[in-house]
Each structure stands twice: as structure tokens, then as C-alpha cells.
């Protein structure tokens, strides 16, 4: 596959806070309609790597492109507009809000005000439409954090950290559920710390190690030997 061909390609990329450059000269190219697993130990530049696709962190220097189309300068969003979306590892939902109103507030942004594809997805969520967001438990904040970019309907969903601080079985859950949007033909894109669980899913791998790109490959080549800077 080539920058051409990929969903989203970062070519040269460079990025960091402050003083402090994080990648180093990034390139990665993700196919579409795929899962695509980014994985590496803390500190590797997964998390930094999100947010400059997704426009939070601009770039030092480097391209980004999304469908060949270069995007390294568009806002966030016009990021979201195409269709980029992350849900990063922070509970990305206001918190002083009704789960219903977090929910509403995204639906009718995207021209689609209807919240039921959501509450379909996530039958918890139908239980609790009164109830302040920042009072649920974690899972249930990860949840509607999902629920609000599905309901933005994205060409990219980008997830950091999925399982971060969840039971092993809500995990499961989440895992079940973005492979089931990955079926539906959205490309994913996917930072964790359980290897496993994202090998078990991914058609593409990358390992970060210090802001550097050192292994990309199958799951099945993954399996083969561990690179540098890959965790357990």
C-alpha cells in the first residue's frame, strides 16, 4: 500500500510540546476500511500520534493526507467534517451535561438528529438519558464517549486507550462493539495498552518505539518476534 491508496498517511511527520519533539520523522500509512492497531509501550508517541492526525498537535514538519488530499494545515474541524473523529483517552464527554444532551448535542451537529443509533449500540446508555454525565462510572463515561462519535459518523474513528482503567469484561464489551463498526466498513485506527485484545482485531500493525516507526506488518508477522518498544 502507498500514501496514495491509504485512508490517512503521515509522511515526515514531526511533532511535540514545547521544547520536547516526541516523533521524529513519523511515517504511516492507514488502509482503509481496516483496523489498524498502533501499539508501543508508554511514552512511545502513540497518544501524540492521535492527536496530530486528528489536529489537536500540528506538525513541525511532515504531510498529513487523508483520501490523497493534503490536510496538514486544516483545523480540527475540518478534520471532524471529513469525517476524522478520536475519542481520546480522557472521558471526552461533558460532564455537567445529561448523558441525553451530550448525546443530542452531537447528533444534531451532524445534520442527523436522531439519538436511537447510539442507544442501539449502547442499551446502558437508554437507562441513564436523565442522569449527569460526570456522575457514571468509568465504563459508562467511556461508553457514551464512543456513543457521541458513532453518532458523528465517522470515515476514521481513532480510539486511545480503550480499556484505560475498565474492568476486564466492560473492555471486552468495548472491544466487541468497535469491531462491530470496524464490519460495518469504518477505518480504525487503534492505540492500547492490551496487545491482545487489539492483535486479536487488527489487519495492520505499527510499533512506535521513542517517536519512531520499528515494526509494521500482520498480526501474524507481529506474532513472529517482538520488536523494540512493544509491551505484552
Known amino acids: ?96 451535561l ?19 443509533p447510539a442507544l442501539d449500540s449502547f442499551p ?6 436523565t442522569q449527569r454525565a460526570g456522575s ?3 465504563g459508562e463515561r467511556r461508553m457514551l464517549a464512543l456513543a457521541r462519535a458513532l453518532l458523528a459518523r465517522p470515515s476514521v474513528l481513532m480510539v486511545d486507550e480503550l480499556s484505560l482503567g475498565l474492568s476486564p469484561k466492560v473492555a471486552a464489551d468495548l472491544f466487541g462493539w468497535l469491531a462491530t463498526v470496524a464490519a460495518s466498513g469504518t477505518t480504525v485506527l487503534l492505540a492500547d495498552q492490551y496487545t491482545e485484545q487489539a492483535l486479536a482485531m487488527a489487519d495492520l500493525v505499527y510499533v512506535l518505539h521513542r517517536g519512531e516507526r520499528s515494526f509494521v506488518g500482520t498480526p501474524a508477522e507481529f506474532a513472529g518476534g517482538t520488536p523494540a518498544g512493544a509491551s505484552a
Not at 98 to 116: K, W, Y
Not at 124 to 129: A, N, S, V
Open 136 to 138: 457514571m462510572s468509568g
Open 1 to 96: 500500500m502507498t500514501t496514495a491508496t491509504a485512508e490517512l498517511a503521515l509522511t515526515g511527520a514531526r511533532a511535540g510540546y514545547g521544547t520536547v519533539e516526541v516523533l521524529h520523522g513519523l511515517d504511516l500509512a492507514i488502509p482503509a476500511g481496516k483496523v489498524t492497531a498502533l501499539l508501543g509501550a508508554n511514552g512511545a508517541g502513540k497518544s501524540t500520534t492521535l492527536r496530530v492526525l486528528s489536529g489537536l498537535i500540528p506538525l513541525r514538519a511532515g504531510t498529513l493526507t487523508w483520501r490523497g488530499e493534503d490536510i496538514t494545515r486544516l483545523s480540527t474541524v475540518d478534520r471532524a467534517r471529513r469525517g476524522l473523529m478520536l475519542v481520546p483517552d480522557e472521558r471526552a464527554v461533558f460532564a455537567t
Open 124 to 129: 446502558r446508555l437508554r437507562e441513564r438519558l
Open 98 to 116: 445529561s448523558v441525553r444532551d451530550n448525546l443530542q448535542i452531537i447528533a444534531e451537529a451532524s445534520g442527523h438528529p436522531d439519538i436511537t
